[in-house]
């Protein structure tokens, strides 16, 4: 298992294949390697097959994980290869692959230039879906008023319109078909949690069994989307028009949660029966039925014990120069990092100048002495601090009357540590007044 994260689904796949008689081995940052010796190529911990399970869609450096990947790949037979999973965590690819075989996706655009993405955005009407190319969990997706402006970028992400696919008539809901090789080992409806439009488990939605009464159609329709794509195992993301069924995405990393909790069958088993087939070895079908029955997620015996080395969070300030994205610009702001805020909040002028919403929600802030607190609509941010962005679902509130219009909440905060000590504002007046003087002398 090629993996440097602690998912339950990681967990489960090992243990599936320890339960099913072999010998899970996870591959991680702990215990990895690959030598070249006078020619001799070797893994280290040797492995017979590799089932990849790199989550590349969350990391702001996919090129590198992929290339070791594409190492490993190189010198042992693996399961979903890299060049696939490139295809397929690149939403835009992934569509533009799937229309050309003829497989019905959602219509969608994507422009290097501002001009041209904006020339084009009337033909989707006045509502659309604006995606980042790469993003994970409902993260970097909106539903964007077409009568402004968009931008080719969110961030230094490429983004990309799409035609909204929703039947007025029922609430909002997609469907996700698990596929392990060419079967269908569970699929669910997902419900857009109250307030949103976005059906992601990761976001709230609710699921329901779906893999005895789906469709002929949408069934059909998903195996062909992961056979298209060339994946070993996918969730396979589809929503239902007036005329058919439409793929909105391969996910080649789907989670097991949701999944698990709507059918009772967990695919670890079947992707571990896979990757064992895959090299010659034999597994009883009944032990993946039985097994597949529970979501072992439990701490697998292969766990590589980490080495106790202590880690230093980086350091942000009191005071921070950020840059702040929405769905139509870019800005840099400054921002106060307040360790008592849950949420990380946005003034109404900047958010309208960045295109910031649409507005997913109300939430109830405490303010005060108002008892309840007030009401206040939040919207997804894309906040970047130095080299890392982050995705929030952030509050509105007229900050008019204070010294900043961000101020940065514990859902930014915990990846780092705050120095009271550490103003950007002071730092660039300081800045300023020394080059004032070097301009005197």
């Not at 488990?201 to 069934?219: H, I, K, Q, R, Y």
């Not at 391969?250 to 709507?262: I, R």
């Not at 670890?268 to 993946?288: F, R, S, T, W, Y």
């Not at 509105?396 to 504002?425: F, N, Q, S, W």
Request: glycine share 10%; charged share 30%.
């Amino acid at each position: 298992m090629l993996s440097l994260h602690n998912s339950k689904e990681t967990k489960a796949i090992c243990n599936a294949v320890e339960d099913l008689g072999h010998e899970p081995v996870w591959l991680r940052e702990e215990n990895a390697a690959i030598s070249v010796d006078d020619g001799d190529v070797s893994v280290e911990p040797a492995v017979d097959v590799i089932a990849n399970r790199l989550l590349l869609s969350n990391t702001d450096q996919p090129a590198e994980l992929l290339g070791l990947a594409t190492t490993f790949e190189r010198i042992r037979p693996m399961l979903n290869e890299p060049n696939a999973v490139l295809a397929s965590i690149h939403k835009f690819a992934t569509a533009a692959t799937l229309a050309d075989w003829n497989i019905r996706v959602p219509d969608a655009l994507l422009a290097l230039s501002n001009d041209r993405l904006n020339e084009g955005r009337e033909r989707f009407g006045e509502v659309g879906v604006y995606k980042t190319a790469i993003g994970t969990h409902g993260g970097g997706t909106w539903k964007v008023d077409l009568t402004e402006r968009v931008n080719p970028k969110v961030g230094n992400r490429q983004a990309f319109l799409q035609k909204l696919i929703d039947r007025d008539d029922e609430k909002h809901r997609d469907l996700r078909v698990y596929i392990v090789g060419d079967e269908i080992i569970g699929s669910m409806y997902r419900y857009a949690p109250e307030g949103d439009w976005r059906t992601n488990v990761a976001l709230g939605g609710a699921v329901e069994d779906a893999t005895d009464d789906m469709p002929d159609e949408a069934a059909e329709t998903a195996l062909y989307a992961a056979d298209v794509m060339d994946l070993d195992y996918a969730g396979v993301d589809l929503v239902e028009g007036y005329d058919g069924w439409y793929v909105l995405e391969v996910n080649p990393t789907a989670g097991f949660k949701g999944l698990f909790e709507a059918t009772g069958t967990s695919p670890a088993p079947h992707i571990a029966k896979l990757a064992i087939e895959e090299v010659g070895g034999e597994v009883d079908g009944d032990d993946v039925d039985r097994i597949a029955a529970t979501l072992d997620d439990s701490r697998p015996s292969c766990a590589p014990m980490p080495k106790p080395t202590p880690t230093e969070q980086p350091v942000i300030g009191y005071i921070e120069e950020v840059v702040v994205t929405g769905t139509s610009g870019s800005t840099q702001a400054l921002a106060k990092s307040d360790t008592g805020a849950t949420r990380t909040s946005i003034d109404t002028q900047l958010a309208a100048e960045i295109g910031a919403g649409p507005i997913k929600s109300m939430t109830r802030v405490k303010s005060g002495s108002v008892k309840g607190g007030k009401a206040r609509p939040v919207v997804d941010l894309v906040i970047g601090i130095g080299g890392n962005q982050h995705t929030v679902t952030a509050s509105v509130e007229d900050r008019g009357h204070m010294e900043y219009p961000l101020l940065l909440g514990r859902d930014i905060l915990t990846d780092y540590r705050v120095d009271v000590r550490k103003r950007a504002d002071v730092e660039e007046a300081e800045r300023d007044e020394a080059g004032e003087i070097l301009e005197e002398e």
